[in-house]
C-alpha cells in the first residue's frame, strides 16, 4: 500500500496565510472623509469596515461615515467610546441614529483615551449597562484586548475588566467578540490567548495588526497607544532616518501567526488599522487574497508580488 503523500509545507504556510487574511475587517477614521471610495473596487462587498471615534471628531460624523460605507456595500461598525460621551441621551441618539440610517447591527465599544471623561461614562462596561445597545438593534459587540497590556492599567485590572464585560454580554444575550491592539510580533498575542484560557472560551477573537505604512508612521502610533514592547521589533535594524520613511508591512506577523493557526491556536480573524492609509492597507489584502505572495522561508515571511 502506497503512504499519502504529506502535505507540502509552503502550500500549508501559503493557504493558511490567504485564509487568514481573507475577510479581514478594517479601520478608517470618521474624519477620512470618503474612505469608501478608495475601499469600493479593492475589497469584497460587505467587509466589515470599522470608524474609530477620534478627538474633535462628532458622533455625527461617524453616523455620516457609517451611512456611507453602507451604501457603498460594507458592513459598517463604529466605535462607541464612553469617555467621549456626553449623557444617556446622547449615547441613546447615536446608537439610534446609526441603526436607522446606516443599518449598523454591530459596534466596537472601547473607553476611550482621553484622562477625563467629557460626560458620563468612564468604562466601556457603563455603556454596556445601559441596555442602549439591544434596544436599537445592535446586538453584536466588539470588546478590545490588550496582548501587550495597557500602559495606564494592569494586567490583572484588565483581565477583571475582559471576564466582567464577557459576563455581562452573556446575561444581556449580547453576541461578544474581541478585537485586540495591535502588535508586531506574534509571542505576546499567543502568550496573552494562552493566560486568558477558558475565559475567552467561545468568544470569537479578531487580531489586530497594523496595515503597511512607513516604520516612523507606525512607531509614532505604538507610542501613542503603549505598546512599547512591540516598538523595539518594529524598529529593529532601521538606523537612519532614511530607513525609518521606508514601508513596513505585517507580513512576518501574519506568516507567524498563520502558523500558529496551523498549531492550533484560536484566531476568528484580522483586522488592520490603516493609519490614513485605506487604499494601500485594501490593495494589499486583496493582493493576497487573490494569491499573489511568494512565501521568503529565509526570512519567515512573504512578499506581495503586485
Avoid at 500558529?260 to 494589499?284: C, D, E, I, M, S
Wanted: charged share 20%; net charge positive; aromatic share 6%.
Amino acid at each position: 500500500m502506497v503512504a499519502p503523500l504529506a502535505p507540502d509545507l509552503d502550500s500549508l504556510n501559503r493557504t493558511g496565510i490567504i485564509e487568514l487574511v481573507a475577510g479581514a475587517s478594517l479601520e478608517v477614521s470618521a474624519r477620512d472623509g470618503h474612505a469608501e471610495d478608495a475601499c469600493r473596487n479593492l475589497l469584497p462587498r460587505g467587509t466589515p469596515v470599522y470608524v474609530s471615534f477620534v478627538p474633535g471628531a462628532t458622533y455625527h460624523a461617524s453616523v455620516a461615515a457609517c451611512a456611507r460605507l453602507k451604501r457603498a456595500g460594507f458592513h459598517p461598525v463604529p466605535h462607541v467610546a464612553a469617555r467621549y460621551l456626553l449623557s444617556f441621551t446622547q449615547l441613546n441618539d447615536f446608537l439610534a441614529r446609526a441603526h436607522g440610517e446606516a443599518g449598523v447591527e454591530q459596534a466596537l465599544v472601547v473607553a476611550g483615551d482621553v484622562e477625563r471623561p467629557l460626560g458620563a461614562y468612564h468604562s466601556s462596561q457603563q455603556v454596556l449597562e445601559t441596555g442602549l445597545f439591544q434596544k436599537h438593534g445592535i446586538t453584536r459587540i466588539g470588546i478590545a484586548g490588550y496582548p501587550e497590556g495597557h500602559p495606564k492599567i494592569g494586567n490583572a485590572a484588565l483581565d477583571a475588566a475582559l471576564r466582567a464585560k464577557l459576563a455581562l454580554a452573556r446575561r444581556a444575550g449580547l453576541d461578544t467578540y474581541v478585537v485586540t491592539q495591535f502588535c508586531f510580533e506574534a509571542p505576546p498575542i499567543v502568550q496573552w490567548l494562552e493566560r486568558q484560557g477558558d475565559e475567552l472560551a467561545g468568544v470569537p477573537v479578531i487580531i489586530g495588526l497594523a496595515g503597511p505604512a512607513s516604520v516612523a508612521t507606525l512607531a509614532k502610533f505604538a507610542v501613542r497607544c503603549g505598546i512599547g514592547n512591540s516598538i523595539k521589533a518594529l524598529v529593529r535594524g532601521q538606523t537612519s532616518v532614511a530607513r525609518l520613511l521606508i514601508e513596513a508591512g505585517p507580513e512576518q506577523i501574519v506568516t507567524a501567526l498563520a502558523g500558529a493557526v496551523r498549531q492550533g491556536t484560536p484566531l476568528a480573524g484580522l483586522h488592520f488599522f490603516t493609519f490614513g492609509g485605506v487604499a494601500r492597507t485594501a490593495k494589499w489584502c486583496r493582493a493576497i487574497a487573490r494569491g499573489e505572495l511568494e512565501l521568503l522561508p529565509a526570512d519567515d515571511r512573504f512578499r506581495v508580488t503586485t
